[in-house]
């Protein structure tokens, strides 16, 4: 059978380490996990796969054996890739307890991951040290896990990926294991206070070490010099680690097969930059936050494989930036919060594959828009907080791959909307500017294939919003602080691909908004706070059984009332804030 019931590990380098695509950990409480799990599969689920595509024989045997698991006392016996499926099912359908796993003795299972399991402690680490060399991956990133349990690990010599993000009483001390383990190949452990320069040590001999994740561990300053050999990495974090500074720069300046490295939020400066320039094939560089100024960008410009450079809030002016214009396979460029202006940007017209370029809050005017004319591959385009008014959208009015832009707060009128009509494929558009009116929404209709509208602020009424029901692909929108009446709200009823819907703090809103909303079936996020919605408004909501975030602070409704709406009509609501 083959590794096919085993996670892969080679797809994981994308994303947190070890991590499911998606997932996210707001902290180690409980209820925090079990609000971000999906719902229960229903039993007609589970026949269909949940996808609508019959699973196999072996999976609904799984599926059966996790219903009767405590009937189970040990799958030793069984070939490993069906320990693996069984166990999988358990970990997936959130039923996997300590009592449980006691059957998984000694089954040789390759991947363990356990990062949204609660319930994760030492007296586990005996079940899983048991795989011995089998165990290929194992995440108990948010458990409660202490050195003494970690170093259980010493036997399980073939581990190439460990993940213990959030686990805050390992330290030194059970850092100290990992000189045994030398076929690790990605080792993360974010938010960790307990590791220091010392235990940094035993870095040294991770000779195989390819993806090492730092992130936010704020005493490790000194002890990069210990990775300074560890000459396969080809990616590490050390972002918001507070104190690396520039002479912990000199440790990476060998690691010269790194392609993407993080360093956002650091002390680093300048001088700490030039120790990179060596890093000839760093791919993805971000210096977010960091004491940087356009000073580096000599040393950056010779890191001519860059596709990705963030500099955000770093003190980026337009001196030094005609570096900028040697980066030319940049695809992403990130200067929001900068101090450029439009001289900064003459620079970049040549950098023709940009695909998303970021100038929030800088102080650009129209005419620094005329650089921009010729980057005709952008996807995306932030302009939010700057001086450009409607003459400058005139000069991307021929971006034709547009999918995003970001126009909120700018000096954009009712007439530079216009200027807009020809971005034919725009996806995604946020026009929080305190300038847009219903005429501006009207001139937006051709903008058939939007899929995100942001309209935060904006001076829109019931004209406006009949005008965005043509945006038949619409799957987010958000209409706050108008001022829209539920006349208004019946224009989007036809909008059927909505997801996620804000029309908070509009005060005319009432029940009959609910009785518009209520064919909108697909609504996964909901938020109409600080309108006049009622509790006998909320009968209208039981169709939309896809809810998962109900917002209705300040407003009619009861917490009684929704608590029972929840659980008579809604199963999948598990974010809820009445009034």
Known sequence: MGASCSRRRDTQAGGDLLRKAGSKKYGKSASWKWLLYPSPRSSSAELNGGDGISPSLMELCARRIRQDIKLYRSFSMLPRDISQLIFNELVESHSLMESSLEAFRDCAIQDILL????????SWMETISSQGESLLSLDISGSDVTDDGLNLLGDCVRLQMLSFDDCEQISDCGIRLLSRLSNLTCLSLKRNDGITKEGMKTFADLINLENLDLEKCPRIHGGLIYIKGLTKLVSLNIKCCNRISDEDMKALSGLTNLSKLDLSYNKVTDAGIAYLEGLSKLNTLNLAGCHVTAASLGSISVLTELSCLNLYRCAISDEGCENLAKLVKLKTLNLGFS??????????KGLVLLEDLILDSCKITNEGMVGLKGLLLLKTLDLSDTDVGSAGLHYISGLCHLETLNLGFTLVSDSGMNKLSGIVSLKSL???ARQ????????????????????????VTDFGMSHIRCFKELQSLEVCGGLITDAGV???????????????QNSALTDKALQYISGLTGLVSLNLSGTRVTNAGLRH??????LRSLHLDASGVSVTEM?????????????????
């Open 115 to 122: 990062g949204e399991c609660i319930g994760v402690k030492d």
């Open 339 to 348: 101090n450029i202006t439009d001289k900064c940007l003459a620079h970049l």
């Open 430 to 432: 946020n026009l929080d």
């Open 436 to 459: 847009i009116t219903d005429v501006g929404i009207s001139s937006l209709t051709s903008l058939t294939g939007l899929t995100h509208l942001d309209l935060f602020q904006a001076r």
């Open 490 to 504: 019946k224009h989007i009823k036809s909008l059927l691909s909505l997801t996620h819907l804000n029309m908070s």
């Open 541 to 546: 909501l039981k169709p939309l059984k896809l």
């Open 563 to 579: 608590k029972k709406l929840q659980l008579a009509a809604l199963p999948n609501l598990i974010s809820i804030r009445p009034g």
